[in-house]
């Protein structure tokens, strides 16, 4: 069965930080951008950060850029999100998604094709 898992989310005080994983069963990530998207209560989802399927391009949100960090590991097919200096309004639900491609030029935040279950980060004290 292919699936995309993400982990990692839960609640924090503002200015800590989580880890977020995004781990790939059933396929491989190698011939995938991949792309972190959150959605908060009554606000459309927004692309948070994508990585280019061999990781030589990522991009942010400016929202969250200086905090936020994209990466990958092709060897254990998991890409993950490192989020530090969290604020309140980075509580979401954060989803990963897996963009087919042979470029490594890919890395952008539309035209995904698959997508995970979404982990709820929350950000409060």
């Known amino acids: 069965q292919l699936q995309l898992v993400e982990s990692g989310g839960g609640l924090v005080q503002p200015g800590g930080s989580l880890r977020l994983s995004c781990a790939a069963s059933g396929f491989t990530l190698d011939y995938n951008a991949i792309a972190w998207f959150r959605q908060a209560p009554g606000k459309e989802r927004e692309g948070v950060s994508c990585?280019?399927?061999?990781?030589?391009?990522?991009n942010y949100a400016d929202s969250v850029k200086g905090r936020f960090t994209i990466s990958r590991d092709n060897a254990k097919n998991t890409v993950y999100l490192q989020m530090n200096s969290l604020k309140p309004e980075d509580t979401a639900v954060y989803y990963c998604a897996a963009r087919a491609t042979s470029l490594d030029s890919v890395c952008e935040f539309e035209r995904y094709d698959f997508w995970g279950q979404g982990t709820q980060v929350t950000v409060s004290s």
């Open positions: 990585i280019s399927r061999r990781g030589g391009i990522r």
